[in-house]
């Protein structure tokens, strides 16, 4: 392991522990190459947004307090994380998505112990207990949810979230209640599969 993926996970892992100075720390090491990376690729609809500084190093805190506790020793894979949750974040026009994750993070806290390992697991990977895996299992969605489409992610966060039947979901969404009922559905596959992806280590390999 290198001196900079060592740090960069000592850092987070002084994070969670509650210290602050961490997090300055993690922004300082991370945040110049995630604004260069959005602002190459999105930099009409981020400056549509705001500043780059202002609005790039918003989504990152809000993600890192809000969302669940990751660890890993590739800056790649930290960066690409938080690359893609920020585009997300910047493609939701009503930013909608950040505020619901303040809820259910107050509402429906995660454990202090579920904290996700990005890294590949090697050998045999040991049982949780039926607890633990609830809420590992949690964990490893609420992240997933970071990730997917965003027509995917509005579907589930009505459905899961916010508890609208079908009908009620397709009266919002302009289409027939079996048409909601099968987005749904793809929205649920897609989920799933982003989970087993990064169960597996391949967050590293999220597309751009």
């Not at 720390?25 to 995630?34: K, M, V």
């Not at 809000?66 to 994380?81: C, E, H, M, N, W």
């Not at 949780?128 to 992240?143: D, G, K, N, Y």
Request: charged share 35%.
């Amino acid at each position: 392991m290198s001196k900079g993926t060592s740090e960069t996970l000592h850092l987070i892992k002084k994070w969670h522990e509650g210290d602050d100075k961490s997090l300055d720390a993690l922004l300082e090491r991370h945040l110049p190459w995630i604004r260069k990376r959005v602002r190459n690729r999105l930099g009409p609809l981020l400056r549509a947004k705001g500043e780059t500084c202002d609005y790039v190093q918003d989504a990152v805190i809000q993600f890192l307090k809000y969302g669940p506790q990751i660890v890993t020793s590739s800056d790649g894979k930290f960066r690409a994380l938080l690359c893609k949750i920020v585009e997300n974040s910047l493609r939701d026009q009503h930013d909608r998505y950040t505020a619901r994750r303040r809820e259910v993070a107050r509402e429906r806290p995660l454990p202090p112990d579920s904290i996700l390992n990005l890294d590949p697991p090697r050998g045999r990977v040991k049982t949780p207990s039926q607890s633990v895996e609830r809420h590992e299992r949690e964990a490893w969605v609420r992240l997933a949810m970071e990730l997917v489409d965003l027509k995917d992610r509005e579907m589930l966060i009505m459905r899961q979230w916010d508890d609208l039947s079908f009908a009620e979901i397709g009266v919002r969404l302009g289409i027939a209640e079996g048409t909601a009922q099968k987005r749904h559905y793809r929205a649920v596959v897609h989920l799933a599969k982003k989970v087993d992806d990064l169960r597996s280590g391949k967050c590293g390999e999220i597309s751009w």
